[in-house]
């Protein structure tokens, strides 16, 4: 199994950046693992954000994030990062790092896609 781990979260203002990143640990082969970023505002359904095939070849983002976020993967160092610019109120939210194993080079979208999940990091954007 794979675990997970976040870190990068914080309190930001309007318009600024933040990096979030996702190590992984456990005897796996992290370049197996498809990797998603989630998020969960208060009161609201954990929604997909980005997510990045194995190698990292293919990405894929929820359209209020395109041209602001980037989703990146180091599998030697068994990590992947979220980049977030141009923050907005609007993105407040815990994000979750996923991983699910995968036979190809595909990107997972749904909830459902991924076995294994990040404990979150609290990410706020104050205007």
């Known amino acids: 199994q794979v675990q997970l781990v976040e870190s990068g979260g914080g309190l930001v203002q309007a318009g600024d950046s933040l990096s979030l990143s996702c190590a992984a640990s456990?005897?796996?082969?992290?370049?197996?693992?498809?990797v998603g970023w989630f998020r969960q505002a208060p009161g609201k359904e954990r929604e997909f954000v980005a997510a990045?095939?194995?190698?990292?070849?293919?990405?894929d983002y929820t359209d209020s994030v395109k041209g602001r976020f980037t989703i990146s993967r180091d599998n030697t160092k068994r990590m992947a990062r979220l980049r977030m610019n141009n923050l907005k109120p609007e993105d407040t939210a815990v994000y979750y790092c996923?991983?699910?194993?995968?036979?190809?080079?595909?990107?997972?979208?749904?909830?459902?896609?991924?076995?294994?999940w990040g404990q979150g990091t609290q990410v706020t954007v104050s205007s």
């Open positions: 996923a991983a699910d194993r995968v036979t190809s080079s595909q990107v997972l979208l749904g909830r459902d896609s991924y076995d294994y």
């Open positions: 456990g005897n796996v082969i992290f370049n197996n693992y498809a």
């Open positions: 990045i095939s194995r190698g990292g070849s293919r990405t």
